[in-house]
């Protein structure tokens, strides 16, 4: 009977260390009043984009949720308004498989909202699930259409500047390796996916790091976060049934729950002082050093060309900017649902700083005028 016991505070005493040390995220501290300020969420219906647009709207910023679907998005919409007592939680239509989707998803929000202050990337697949494309559909959802949406939004990014991208990164990047003569061919069987969703994330990694690199001087800020374990439909969506009874309780033990998850994308979004470490890679809420593949900035460039040529961004619209659609009224807040774009077939789970930025002394520059978009290069 002592033998058990023992054997029982002993496993016990491991899985505290285990839970404190691995498995517990520490909270995100940040700027506190984000009033008047706007926030884009990708995925937020759930999981952790739900729990990083609840601590923004409690914090009294404008929050979108970018979701695939109404149903959900709104539903979530209307359940992050109840908890945080923040009205101004809005749902807009965004399917990232579709570049077209994307697009509607910018010139809708471009026409309706007169701030954009930070953009969190998180919505992600982990698996193609019974969806076939004739293109590299992980790295679309993961990497493409955030590249591409950032490409659409950055004329107010920087209008409003000082401003934040953050994209979800995740550390199976070190598992990535990029093969360019096949970066969009489409993914069959169980085992591809696995090293697509590395090289997605990998491709998320070096987009932070190319991003930081094309912005600077213009007062927006890049980091890839990556969130750690979680507990999140992203994990549980394509495990067999079966298997599930199994696996819940244990994922409850061992691994973080959503909000945790949230914590190191929000303190990229929010921290004080981050600037000088634009385009690295966060995790546990601290800078983390990258494998080499992550940190190759010729292969960063490389991948942003062909990011570009993959989300359709021809020579004459990179050198020939269209217009920053102004909102019809800025004053006015916008509907609670954009245009309903076709309906997807993706699956959505959906330093020593030397200054100090001042999210609330953020100003957005808008011209009376409509002034040239300024993409990419």
Not at 126 to 147: D, K, M, Q, W, Y
Not at 258 to 264: D, E, I, N, S, V
Not at 304 to 327: F, I, M, N, T
Request: charged letters at 20%; glycine letters at 8%; hydrophobic letters at 40%.
């Amino acid at each position: 009977m002592e033998a058990l016991l023992l054997g029982a505070g002993l496993l016990l005493g491991a899985y505290v260390l285990v839970y404190y040390n691995l498995v517990k995220a520490p909270p995100c501290g940040g700027i506190g009043n984000l009033r008047g300020r706007t926030a884009v969420v990708t995925g937020a219906n759930s999981g952790i984009g739900k729990m990083t647009a609840l601590e923004l709207a409690r914090r009294g910023a404008r929050v979108v949720l970018a979701c695939r679907s109404r149903e959900r998005g709104e539903a979530a919409a209307f359940d992050l308004r109840q908890e945080s007592g923040n009205n101004e939680v809005i749902f807009m239509a965004l399917d990232l498989a579709s570049l077209a989707s994307v697009r509607a998803f910018a010139t809708a929000f471009l026409s309706s909202e007169p701030r954009l202050d930070i953009l969190i990337h998180n919505a992600g697949i982990s698996s193609c699930g019974r969806t076939r494309e004739a293109f590299n559909l992980l790295l679309r959802v993961n990497h493409i259409g955030p590249f591409l949406l950032t490409h659409l939004l950055l004329p107010r990014l920087k209008s409003c500047a000082p401003s934040r991208v953050v994209v979800v990164a995740s550390a199976a990047h070190r598992r990535g390796r990029l093969d360019f003569k096949r970066l969009d061919r489409p993914v069959v069987g169980w085992r591809q996916e696995l090293r697509a969703y590395a090289d997605s994330k990998l491709a998320n990694v070096l987009f932070a790091r190319e991003l930081a690199t094309q912005l600077e001087g213009t007062g927006v800020t890049c980091y890839a976060a990556h969130p750690g374990p979680v507990n999140s439909e992203l994990f549980l969506r394509h495990v067999p049934g079966w298997l599930r009874p199994l696996l819940c309780p244990l994922a409850w033990l061992v691994l973080r729950a959503p909000r945790g998850g949230a914590q190191t994308p929000l303190y990229c979004a929010l921290q004080e002082g981050l600037e000088p470490l634009s385009g690295r890679y966060f995790a546990n809420c601290h800078v983390e050093e990258v494998p080499p593949a992550a940190r190759d900035d010729q292969a960063a460039h490389r991948l942003w060309e062909a990011s570009k040529r993959l989300a359709g961004l021809g020579p004459a619209e990179d050198a020939e900017p269209d217009e920053d659609p102004q909102p019809e009224d800025s004053g006015a807040p916008s509907s609670l649902s954009s245009p309903n774009p076709k309906e997807p077939t993706v699956f959505e789970s959906y330093p020593n700083p030397q200054s100090s930025p001042d999210l609330s002394k953020m100003t957005c520059r808008i011209q009376a005028k409509v002034e040239p978009e300024t993409q990419l290069s």
